[in-house]
């Protein structure tokens, strides 16, 4: 070691050999030569004109090198790893959440018509002009009596469409949260709703067409007139897109790698 690299404290005094254990530096005092100086060592050494780093703190008091991890290769593991949330399974849930919603909040309002029935003299308050006030007027009128026909049809179907929007919305957060029997409840759901919603609108037409000349009568009254025709189109396209998500909401909750998400880690290695 050339004394231009040693320590400040090093300088100025003879010291015999220097010999490192555990990265404690051990030297041997030349003056008396019976007293040993260990020193954490610092700074690198010099072998001729080859530097050598300092060793890790760890190493240079004494403790064995860390392991280096190790990562596991079990098929418990694999599976795990393999058992990602598919993009399509988390929209079918999303999207069942909103169908559900939706379908709770409808089959309810139908419910309270049917409660408290609307009181049409009610329904012209706040129209200046007297002929569109009696119109709408009219319109409730006929929109209430066509309701309160097909009350055989429509109550039963808007207590199907409460229950199972509140059963849909309530199986889709235990979907969301990984439940393995909520996957299987959630696709019969989704279809019993369809089908729940196709039928209300074969079965109450004339209800859905006096509510159709309600809304063309209100916005007559507020200088905005849309055509009937336009509304019923409307309609029919809303009812298209309710038909189409649940098919796809089913078809993602179906699929392969959806199915093996909810199955257990054991299981779903031995399907592969």
Same mark, same amino acid.
């Given at each position: 070691?050339?004394?231009? #690299? ?14 490192? $254990?555990?990265?404690?530096?051990? =030297? ?53 790893? =393999? ?37 049409? #003299? ?11 006030? /009696? ?49 299987? /409840?959630?696709?019969?759901? $989704? ?8 039928? #209300? ?48 909401? $089913? ?22």
């Amino acid at each position: 070691m050339r004394r231009g #690299s040693q320590p400040d404290y090093v300088r100025g005094r003879s010291y015999g050999p220097i010999v490192t $254990v555990a990265g404690l530096v051990m =030297e041997r005092d030349a003056d008396t030569q019976d007293h040993v100086i260990l020193r954490p060592f610092l700074l690198p050494m010099r072998f001729g004109r080859h530097a050598v780093a300092p060793l890790p703190l760890r190493l240079r008091l004494g403790f064995p090198p860390r392991a280096a991890p190790v990562l596991s290769t079990s098929p418990e593991h694999m599976a795990a790893i =393999e058992r990602k949330r598919p993009w399509y399974l988390v929209l079918s849930l999303l999207a069942a959440l909103a169908f559900g919603a939706n379908g709770a909040r409808s089959g309810w309002a139908t419910v309270m018509l049917y409660h408290e029935p609307i009181d049409p #003299s009610m329904a012209g308050h706040g129209i200046a002009d007297e002929a569109d006030r /009696a119109a709408v007027v009219a319109r409730v009128e006929a929109y209430v009596h066509a309701l309160d026909a097909a009350r055989a049809q429509g109550w039963p179907l808007s207590i199907a469409k409460l229950l199972l929007g509140g059963a849909t919305l309530f199986f889709a957060m235990r979907a969301m949260a990984g439940s393995r029997g909520a996957r299987a /409840a959630l696709v019969q759901l $989704v279809i019993a709703q369809a089908a729940v919603a196709a039928a #209300s609108h074969w079965l109450l037409r004339d209800v859905d067409d006096a509510e159709l000349r309600w809304i063309e009568a209100q916005q007559a009254a507020g200088h905005e007139r849309v055509p009937e025709e336009m509304l019923r189109s409307a309609a029919l396209a809303a009812l298209a897109l309710q038909m189409l998500g649940s098919g796809l909401i $089913v078809l993602g909750l179906t699929r392969r790698r959806s199915r093996d998400f909810f199955e257990p880690a054991p299981a779903a290695v031995g399907e592969q």
